[in-house]
């Protein structure tokens, strides 16, 4: 076992995981573009060709926790709402404090069968990365500025957009709007003490104008809310560059379904409604650090095989070839083939660490300058 764990560790090894999900993404992205013929002509077929490319992107990173990684996640919640899972459109909410919390988010999604069609609210500047944020766009994902005067009216229509759409998806929403730190939850508690609103010890105070526009907008589309809290056994840190390394991490997550016939329609009482579901999130959060567990049975959706069948089959099609490239670089002998391929990999080293800094918590977004203290919230 210590064999593999070097293995996993080398940066060769995270050097193909790159090189594959790169080159497979930008082929992805250029079929996508195709697609766009097809829209004027069939909308509901683009959407659902468009659902099964995003899912050759997105569950590459799915792979990489699940499979390559190996770790856990064990789904407290009631055994009466567990075969809804999956079969019905539902907003998730999900606190938002560890690294890879977007990942476990996925990987939900992933296991009841519905990754390729999940929905994020994303910041805007996403939309013109390539590969992730291309693929995004080309899903209809809803992206966001953070300036409500701006959001209320584009986030609307793209919220309305997906009344129609053909697939089934979560829609994922981080309320707190930014990765959790003890800076950022000091600044959002001086808000709350402003605003009247009662402390939270683990979450930042949520947003929630975003979170009522989209129960507003997809109301008799999506079926429930599902409160999602996740934690991990041991006081663990997960990583981006963890996963990266195959180390396991223990996930507990939490998981209510709410129907969404009970969050309020009026903006003002469904923030109200928010409001109260984050402290009781807060409270599990509390139990969670006493007990070590989260109410509910214990459950663990079995891990299904296609991202793992999806990245080998990109991983045949596109190693071969690279490595074939590589070989007659180095047999050219040429001093100057030679250095422009330990630039290539100098760059690609370069580049492999800048994506996985960009997750890094003390990285996130801003969270408390001269603006946000006074317009922070609601």
């Known amino acids: 076992m210590d064999l593999i764990a070097l293995l996993k560790s080398q940066f060769l090894c995270h050097l193909i995981f790159c090189y594959v999900f790169i080159a497979s993404g930008l082929i992805i992205n250029t079929i996508q573009l ?32 699940e499979w390559w990684s190996g770790t856990e996640c064990i789904i407290h919640t009631d055994p009466r709402a567990y075969p809804k899972y999956g079969k019905e459109n539902a907003i998730v909410v999900l606190n938002h404090k560890f690294e890879i919390d977007f990942l476990c988010g996925w990987s939900l999604a992933e296991r009841f069968g519905v990754l390729g069609g999940s929905k994020v609210l994303a910041k805007k500047e996403l939309a013109y990365v390539p590969i992730i944020g291309w693929m995004w766009y080309f899903t209809e994902m809803v992206f966001c500025t953070r300036k409500w005067e701006q959001d209320r009216k584009t986030v609307s229509e793209s919220l309305l957009h997906l009344r129609d759409y053909p697939e089934k998806y979560f829609f994922l929403i981080h309320c707190e709007g930014t990765r959790f730190t003890e800076k950022k939850h000091q600044i959002s508690m001086q808000v709350a003490q402003a605003k009247g ?57 939490y998981v209510r379904r709410i129907p969404l016939g ?20 807060d409270a599990l959060q509390e139990e969670y650090s006493r007990t070590g567990t989260f109410p509910g049975t214990p459950m ?32 050219s002998g040429s001093s100057l083939t030679l250095a422009s391929f330990v630039l290539v990999f100098f760059v690609a080293s370069v580049g492999v660490r800048w994506m996985i800094g960009v997750t890094e918590i003390d990285k996130g977004s801003a969270y408390g300058n001269m603006d946000s203290k006074q317009k922070h919230g609601d």
């Open 197 to 253: 609103l009662p402390s939270l010890k683990h979450h930042l105070l949520p947003r929630t104008k975003g979170f009522a526009i989209t129960v507003r907008s997809l109301r008799n589309v999506v079926s429930a809310v599902y409160d999602c809290t996740l934690n991990f056994r041991n006081n663990e840190n997960p990583t981006l560059l963890g996963v990266l390394n195959g180390k396991k991490y223990h996930a507990d997550l």
């Open 300 to 331: 663990v959706p079995p891990r299904r095989p296609w991202t793992l069948v999806n990245w080998l089959f990109w991983a045949s099609l596109l190693l071969y070839p690279f490595f074939r490239f590589l070989v007659n670089m180095v047999r």
């Open 34 to 65: 195709f697609t766009l013929l097809l829209w004027p002509i069939n909308k509901q077929l683009f959407r659902k060709i468009n659902c099964r490319l995003s899912y050759c992107i997105s569950s590459q990173l799915v792979m990489l926790l």
């Open 262 to 281: 009970e969050v309020p329609e009026d903006e003002d009482r469904c923030a109200a409604w928010l409001h109260k579901l984050y402290q009781e999130k």
